[in-house]
């Protein structure tokens, strides 16, 4: 499975981005996308994911309430809505996938997308 991540840009503090996800290969429902970021000297962190089958999501509390993430089966891509953004979220996004189905750590997605760099300014 290939991934490809787009829709990154620069934002100010406040307004929205949407980040893309697309998937060659096939995705079967236990499989789970996730998105992670990673800002300048820090780990990479886990923002969100979506059970590919169930459709169901799971959120970081750093941006429950202003993310969202869905997914389009017919198209394999995964989306992540991204609401009244903050300087902090400012980072490089990644898409990835779990073929083991839901998790936080990401040692457990084995796909990768390149990422995608968000820079939000206040």
């Known amino acids: 499975v290939q991934l490809q991540a787009s829709g990154g840009g620069l934002v100010q503090a406040g307004g929205s981005l949407r980040l893309s996800c697309a998937a060659s290969?096939?995705?079967?429902?236990?499989?789970?996308m996730g998105w992670f970021r990673q800002s300048p000297g820090k780990e990479r962190e886990f923002v969100g994911l979506i059970r590919w089958g169930a459709g169901t999501t799971i959120y970081a509390d750093s941006v429950k309430g202003r993310f969202t993430i869905s997914r389009d089966k017919a198209e394999n891509t995964v989306y992540l809505q991204m609401n009244s953004l903050k300087p902090e979220d400012t980072a490089v996004y990644y898409c990835?996938?779990?073929?083991?189905?839901?998790?936080?750590?990401?040692?457990?997605?084995?796909?990768w997308g390149q990422g995608t760099l968000v820079t939000v300014s206040s």
């Open positions: 290969g096939r995705i079967y429902s236990s499989h789970a």
């Open positions: 990835g996938l779990s073929p083991r189905g839901a998790s936080w750590n990401d040692r457990e997605y084995t796909f």
